[in-house]
């Protein structure tokens, strides 16, 4: 059975709580119905004592590594997942047993606020070919709720578009990696963007769909698989103290068209008509607000996340449940 590496970034304090958000984390990939899992956590200068938390959980397949943060660091999460990233991509002995290493096949990335559905690992290594995969995902609250599902596109695969096709609705967080794809995307981040690292330690937001748009200029340059599987992996959280929480509005503005320029050449407000009107159409009715301002989103989206949570009771009550399942215990 092939070896999956997932690579979790954190960062805790005693005032940040993120260890207890962090404990659904780790149970998520314990969970994992995939056996073969090699959980690398690394840890990110935190205050809180990381390796502890991680010894009394009396898991073999739980790595630890830490790094120290250097003054001029941005508060991301890059520099500790590109650390992590390197050490599957060189399968380093002091992380991974002979045989794990040799059976390394695949890498995955969680946030250790976010949760793993139970057969996340074992769906998206049966999905992977010679280059990635991604899944739908799931939005939950800090209150518990679901409020929708952010599903995938299969028609800018099957186009090759995905890399210039809705790019903001590429799920990111769900991405696997083929190890080989993986080492084909090291080398291509530094040869055409100079950047040390899968993760562009540069940015300070937008860097997982920084990751995924490289990602895909990639498996375009060499002509390798990308894959969509239609089914939810990663449930992602949204909460007030995440990192992406905490970013200006006009912050995330002015990364959004850093980000364009690197890989598009312009500015995301030079969007041409054909593009705004596939991004107005991709999602309907709320994609249409996706230009509106900032202030007025704001206000929509407690009334889309409501009507799409019920949206999800009645359509698929199914999946509405297992997704509550996987949150509640």
């Known amino acids: 059975m092939a070896t999956v590496a997932v690579v979790t970034p954190i960062y805790a304090t005693p005032e940040n709580g993120r260890l207890e958000l962090f404990r659904h984390t780790l149970r998520s990939v314990q969970q994992q119905t995939h056996h073969n899992v090699v959980y690398l956590v690394v840890d990110d200068g935190s205050t809180a004592d990381v390796q502890k938390f991680l010894r009394e959980s009396r898991d073999s397949r739980v790595r630890y590594i830490r790094r120290e943060k250097f003054p ?14 390197d050490c599957c991509i060189g399968r380093d002995r002091e992380i991974f047993s002979t045989g794990e290493a040799e059976d390394l096949a695949a890498v995955a990335f969680l946030h250790s606020d976010d949760l793993f559905v139970p057969n996340s690992v074992e769906l998206r290594i049966k999905n992977l070919q010679n280059g990635f995969v991604f899944t739908d995902m799931a939005l939950f609250t800090s209150s518990g709720k679901i409020p929708r599902i952010r599903y995938g596109d299969t028609v800018s695969v099957a186009n090759k578009t995905y890399a210039t096709k ?42 997982d769909r920084d990751i995924s748009l490289s990602s895909s200029e990639a498996a375009i340059e060499g002509n390798l698989t990308v894959n969509y599987a239609p089914f939810v992996s990663v449930i992602y959280r949204t909460h007030p103290k995440s990192i992406s929480g905490e970013t200006l509005d006009e912050d995330v503005a002015v990364q959004g068209n850093l980000i364009s320029l690197k890989h598009f050449g312009r500015e995301e407000i030079n969007f041409d008509v054909e593009k705004i009107l596939d991004r107005m159409l991709s999602n309907p ?45």
């Open 166 to 207: 809705n790019p903001r609705e590429f799920n990111h967080h769900t991405i696997m990696w083929s190890l080989p794809f993986l080492r084909y995307l090291r080398e291509f981040t530094a040869r055409k963007y100079n950047q040390y690292g899968v993760f562009d330690p540069r940015l300070f937001h937008g860097e």
């Open 285 to 329: 009715p709320w994609s249409i607000g996706a230009f509106l301002p900032e202030r007025m989103k704001k206000r929509i989206r407690p009334i889309r996340d409501f009507i799409g949570d019920i949206e999800l009771h009645a359509t698929n009550p199914k999946l509405w449940r297992s997704l509550e399942d996987c949150i509640t215990h």
């Open 72 to 85: 001029t660091d941005l508060k991301t999460a890059s520099n500790a997942l590109n650390l992590g990233i």
